[in-house]
């Protein structure tokens, strides 16, 4: 029997929109910035990447702009919509080089680590 999911939300309380499919984003590589028990990560923040956000992401450890065509994984580049990890945007927030956000293709899940209005401030227009 299959169990019924209640539709993804977004920060705003509103159905939860796609982020990107070029490239192709989400934990479950369907677009959205959906989640599920296994991603440990908290996939969940859209945005549009900027260089300085990719440089910063690369010196915590993180490379995003190199590709890793093993994985699926075409590197990004500025001006890309990525969905991000909670953890590691709040992170970015607080060295100030967080990339703008899209609240109504970021999932609900996020405000567990971040606030509201923080990414409101840094939503895109």
């Not at 977004?10 to 599920?36: I, Q």
């Not at 065509?69 to 969905?83: A, E, Q, S």
């Amino acid at each position: 029997m299959m169990q019924s999911m209640r539709p993804s939300r977004n920060v705003l309380g509103g159905p939860l929109v796609a982020c990107s499919t070029e490239p192709m984003t989400g934990w479950y590589r369907d677009g959205c910035c959906n989640t599920g028990a296994g991603d440990f990560g908290l996939h969940t923040v859209c945005c549009r990447v900027t260089a300085e956000f990719l440089d910063f992401s690369r010196a915590a450890g993180n490379d995003l702009s190199t590709p890793a065509p093993n994985m699926g994984f075409p590197g990004l580049k500025p001006g890309d919509h990525w969905c991000l990890c909670a953890a590691r945007w709040q992170q970015a927030f607080e060295a100030g080089v967080a990339p703008a956000v899209v609240l109504e293709a970021t999932h609900e899940a996020c405000l567990e680590f971040i606030q509201l209005e923080d990414l409101k401030t840094m939503a895109l227009a």
